[in-house]
Structure formats: structure tokens, C-alpha cells
T-cell receptor, first 113, second 111 residues
Framework: GDSVTQMEGPVTLSEEACLTI???????????LFWYVQYPGEGLQLLLK?????DKGSNKGFEATYRKETTSFHLEKGSVQVSDSAVYFC????????????FGAGTRLFVKA | NAGVTQTPKFRVLKTGQSMTLLCAQD?????MYWYRQDPGMGLRLIHY???????AKGEVPDGYNVSRLKKQNFLLGLESAAPSQTSVYFC??????????FGPGTRLTVT
């Protein structure tokens, strides 16, 4: 079945460090790919998305590129801030009679000042 | 737009009690979902609905029931709560593009 695997956390970085959170997927169809972010005590919010191969999603300095050949959608940011501390979820969505989204387990990021 | 709202925000139940969680969305979305979030396990789909009057089982449906009598509301029921149902519950609704809008969550503790 469809699945999403992302790197385990927590990831701890100093402010202004580079971030990469790895995400790979398996899917029988042609999925759309998403990164969601969850701040403490809140629900998930969409961070960025890509709907076809080689698309790059970007938002708030974060980027991820849909790599069909490696079935990956790694999240990157060149310079993290303390306010980026949150849990990040990679997800895929395939329309099989109702958009069903499969989430990765989440990666917690701590950014130290 | 309020987006997706959930009530209640917190609840403590004793084993065997019942309760209903309410999710409401004002975005006219067809698809709605109930997830549970447990530490280290991401989100797991409990039930979902592709339209008013329709529901379907997700990954972990046992012990839960749902109803979608109105397009804007999606109710999640626990008939006889168990400690294993202690979790944070999230409701979501979806655009046709697959982007999910989440509610703020309900933290449920079953003792």
C-alpha cells in the first residue's frame, strides 16, 4: 500500500543552520506531495505542496522538490529560526474516490538561539 | 471564515462512557476526515466522508462511529470509551486539490 517514510527526530539545530528533513514515499498511483507543520498545541497547517514530477514547492523559506525517480520529497531551508521549531509531516495524497492522505510519522525540529 | 472548528477542546472520560466529538467546516468542502494522533505514530485515519450522507472506514475504525448528516458537520462517536482511545483527535476537510485544512484538535483522556 501507499506509505510515507521520513527521518526520525528530534532534529536540533542552532539558529541560521541549514535544515534537511528526508522524506520518501511509495504509491501505486501518481500522488500529490505535501509538507505540513504543527506548532505546539495546534492542528497541522499546510507548508508547501507539489503535484507533479520536478515541481518545487516553496513557502516561508522552505523548499521541497518532487523527485519521481527517487520517490523523494525532502524538505530544506537554508537558515532556520527559533520560530521554525515545530513538528513537520510529509504526506502524500491520491484521489481514490475521496482524497486519502497518508502521513509520515513526523519529525520534531528544535532550533536553539 | 472560521475554517474547521472542533468541540470540545479537552475531555476526560471514564472507561465505558460515551461521547461525541463535533467537527464543523464553513468552506463547503465535500471531503471530511477524522484522525487520531499518538506520539511517534503520526496521524492515523479513523473514518472519512466524501459527501453528505456518506461515510467510510479508514485505517483504525474500531471503537468509533461517524455520521455526516449535514455537509458542514462530521461527528465522531465513541460508544464505550477505552484507555487505548486516549489520544488527540483532529478533524480535517479537503479541497479538490487535496490540501487539507485541520481543526485545532480535541485532547481526550480515558481513565
Amino acid at each position: 500500500g501507499d506509505s510515507v517514510t521520513q527521518m526520525e527526530g528530534p532534529v536540533t539545530l542552532s539558529e541560521e543552520a541549514c535544515l534537511t528533513i528526508n522524506c520518501t514515499y511509495t504509491a501505486t498511483g501518481y500522488p500529490s506531495l505535501f509538507w505540513y507543520v504543527q506548532y505546539p498545541g495546534e492542528g497541522l497547517q499546510l507548508l508547501l505542496k507539489a503535484t507533479k514530477a520536478d515541481d518545487k514547492g516553496s513557502n516561508k523559506g522552505f523548499e521541497a522538490t518532487y523527485r519521481k525517480e527517487t520517490t523523494s520529497f525532502h524538505l530544506e531551508k537554508g537558515s532556520v529560526q527559533v520560530s521554525d521549531s515545530a513538528v513537520y509531516f510529509c504526506a502524500l495524497s491520491v484521489n481514490t474516490g475521496g482524497f486519502k492522505t497518508i502521513f509520515g510519522a513526523g519529525t520534531r525540529l528544535f532550533v536553539k538561539a | 471564515n472560521a475554517g474547521v472548528t472542533q468541540t470540545p477542546k479537552f475531555r476526560v472520560l471514564k472507561t465505558g462512557q460515551s461521547m461525541t466529538l463535533l467537527c464543523a467546516q464553513d468552506m463547503n468542502h465535500e471531503y471530511m476526515y477524522w484522525y487520531r494522533q499518538d506520539p511517534g505514530m503520526g496521524l492515523r485515519l479513523i473514518h472519512y466522508s466524501v459527501g453528505e450522507g456518506t461515510t467510510a472506514k479508514g485505517e483504525v475504525p474500531d471503537g468509533y462511529n461517524v455520521s455526516r448528516l449535514k455537509k458542514q458537520n462530521f461527528l465522531l462517536g465513541l460508544e464505550s470509551a477505552a484507555p487505548s482511545q486516549t489520544s488527540v483527535y483532529f478533524c480535517a476537510s479537503t479541497t479538490r486539490g487535496g490540501k487539507q485544512y485541520f481543526g485545532p484538535g480535541t485532547r481526550l483522556t480515558v481513565t
